[in-house]
């Protein structure tokens, strides 16, 4: 028998050992009659009342489809079971249909395991949710797909379910035989203390050689042990070339950010991508080519990683008339004077990596009221632009949740109070 279906077999029985609610955090939801499970992948399409509302915006993915597991769509935070709602990406159940779920413990358990309905209220009648080859839909009766488990993702459960990233290609390789891969999701992440994830960059600055080449330089702000805010778009390092290999974990609370691009020095990143017919139906070409509200087209200022035909690792132009891949990171050099680049060399800065301090806006090393008036003044910029004012973003992120807000403000403000007494 295959090594590595015998693999993926083994994973699932592992999963479903535990498949069961403990509470708000982050889970897999799986079906039990279909062996497929919810990755929630758009906002709302032709936005409806009916039950059936799900299905344009929830792609159901088979067990060994899940590419064991670099899709955060497939990882759902589930704040309660009594009218709630399913969040991931960016977005939630409720916001993209207008319904809320009541899920309850079935009375039929599934190989030795809880299992649970969802349902809701529509037009005074209690529509099940199931799974019967069309996405997620809604209506009546007791059979294996109208029931659930929902399978715990945390440190727990690390060694058979958790959030996997793959190099942006295989050929995405240093000369050290690092891979290199970006990513942006709206879970803060935990870089596992031993793993194949060694880093997560950034890039501050873009610089020119002596050959006329131009180099992005990769600042390290994240190592292993340490924590990824939510909606950062970031570089990640890893040691693998497979998913499995470079594990991460979700953490703490999803942000639920819409809101791009992000204000991160040079990346930019979204959650959603376009896609075609991802909703599950035998019969989709009706819904044709579904592009969501929050995909980033390309253009010629937005570069996103890859090798050129020397397999050097860098950042490079996307085909015109396309999107930027879905919970990716990419160089933005728009307003920059790099009109017609079309290759920005990746280059590992080292030597400037240092420790943020908090609270220090203006970068000067100290807190004190000219870090406050700095954080308002780049605040109420209208474009936000960061060449006009003295401005250090990570240390703008007073309270680390990897964006720059009023709730910053009033934290670095309550700091410097409390350091005069």
């Not at 960016?90 to 207008?98: A, P, Q």
């Not at 994830?197 to 873009?206: L, M, S």
């Not at 015109?320 to 790099?338: F, P, Q, R, V």
Request: glycine share 10%; proline share 5%; with cysteine.
């Amino acid at each position: 028998m295959n090594k590595f279906y015998v693999f993926i077999c083994l994973l699932v029985l592992a999963l479903t050992a535990n498949a069961e609610y403990a509470g708000p955090g982050f889970y897999r939801v799986h079906n039990v009659g279909s062996d497929r499970y919810i990755c929630i992948k758009g906002t709302h399409y032709e936005r409806t009342p009916r039950a059936d509302a799900f299905w344009p915006c929830i792609k159901m993915l088979p067990a060994e489809e899940l590419t064991y597991v670099s899709d955060p769509g497939t990882l759902i935070y589930i704040p309660g079971l009594d009218q709630t709602s399913l969040f991931a990406q960016g977005v939630d159940t409720y916001s993209l249909t207008g319904l809320y779920m009541d899920v309850t413990e079935s009375s039929e358990m599934h190989d030795g395991m809880v299992t649970y309905l969802a349902s809701t209220e529509y037009n005074n009648f209690r529509c099940q949710f199931r799974d019967e080859g069309k996405g997620l839909t809604a209506g009546s009766g007791d059979k294996p797909e109208t029931r659930w488990w929902i399978e715990p993702v945390n440190e727990e459960t690390l060694e058979t379910s958790y959030f996997g990233v793959q190099p942006a290609d295989e050929n995405v390789k240093d000369v050290n035989g690092m891979y290199w891969t970006t990513l942006c999701c709206d879970f803060p992440v935990l870089i596992p203390a031993e793993g194949g994830v060694e880093g997560a960059y950034t890039v501050r600055e873009v610089q020119q050689d002596e050959d006329g080449n131009y180099r992005a330089l990769a600042v390290k702000i994240y190592g292993q042990g340490e924590i990824i805010p939510a909606t950062t778009p970031v570089l990640i390092k890893c040691a693998a070339p497979t998913a499995d290999g470079n594990k991460l974990l979700p953490t703490g609370e999803i942000a639920n950010n819409r809101n791009f691009p992000l204000v991160k020095d040079l990346l930019m990143g979204n959650y959603f991508s376009n896609f075609i017919n991802h909703n599950s139906l035998p019969n989709a070409a009706s819904m044709g080519e579904y592009i969501p509200e929050q995909a980033t087209a390309a253009t010629a200022a937005y570069l996103a990683l890859g090798v050129d035909d020397e397999g050097k690792v860098g950042f490079y132009p996307q085909a015109e008339g396309t999107y930027m891949k879905a919970n990716t990171a990419w160089l933005s050099i728009d307003g920059m004077d790099m009109d017609g680049v079309t290759a920005v060399y990746l280059v590992e800065n080292v030597e400037s990596e240092t420790q943020v301090v908090l609270g220090d806006v203006n970068g000067d090393g100290s807190l004190s009221i000219s870090d406050a008036v700095a954080l308002i003044d780049f605040l109420l910029n209208a474009n936000g632009q960061k060449e006009e004012i003295e401005f250090n973003i990570d240390g703008a992120d007073v309270n680390g949740d990897g964006r720059v807000s009023i709730l910053d403000v009033t934290i670095l403000i309550d700091i410097l109070l409390e350091s005069t007494h």
